[in-house]
């Protein structure tokens, strides 16, 4: 499971108690929130959120801890959170089941957040214009491949993304009227069982 938000990384996540750090709603949230702003404080990630400010404190120290955040620079009394650069990578490694295990939890998580924004878009279409309404997309495709031409696939959609890269943290790469977007794909072999 790759962000989409953030920049691809060399840096791939295989350890199963990193991975599971990650399997919380407010986390996600917070990892999210954090990925579209330069930098926010538990303040404004509890503003963000709807959480409180003690809940936002935990959770961003236990993002920490796990080297998904990390301190930005100072301003005055203020002590901001910023993403790590190069974003995170969880992959299920060989021979450590339990990283399957915590990797297909943050996964199952991270599909149901994901549907529940698409499904809030899709509720509110009404108010879009038209443009922004054909702008956008919910397709499906079915082919058949091999995991060397999947993985190399995978890696295309990600790459998708960093044409955009650098607008989230500068505000002057962005094209006049341009919104934020959000992007969610699945791509995953069809179990073997299955006709």
């Known amino acids: 499971m790759h962000t989409e938000a953030m920049t691809p990384s060399d840096l791939r996540t295989t350890d199963p108690e990193r991975i599971r750090a990650l399997a919380h709603p407010v986390r996600l949230e917070l990892l999210d929130y954090l990925g579209t702003v330069q930098d926010a404080t538990a303040t ?19 993002l920490a801890k ?3 955040i990390e301190r930005a620079e100072s301003r005055g009394r203020e002590k901001p959170w910023r993403v790590v650069p190069g974003g995170y990578d969880l992959r299920p ?7 399957v295990t915590a990797v297909a939890e943050v996964a199952a998580l991270h599909v149901l957040r994901e549907t529940e ?4 878009y899709l509720a ?12 956008g997309t919910i397709t499906s495709g ?14 295309d959609l990600r ?3 960093e044409r955009f890269a ?8 962005r094209p006049e009227g341009a919104r934020q977007v959000r992007t969610f794909a699945a791509v995953n072999p069809v179990p073997q069982d299955r006709p």
């Open 159 to 161: 790459r998708l993304n």
């Open 117 to 120: 924004r698409v499904r809030a």
């Open 66 to 68: 796990y080297r998904f």
């Open 44 to 62: 404004q990630c509890a503003e963000q959120t709807g959480e409180s400010v003690a809940s936002c404190s935990f959770h961003l120290r236990m």
């Open 124 to 135: 509110d279409l009404s108010s879009e214009t038209y443009e922004w309404m054909n702008a």
């Open 93 to 99: 490694e060989a021979g450590r089941p339990s990283s």
């Open 166 to 173: 650098g607008r989230s943290d500068d505000p002057a790469l």
């Open 142 to 155: 079915s082919f058949w491949a091999t995991a060397e031409e999947t993985a190399r696939y995978s890696e």
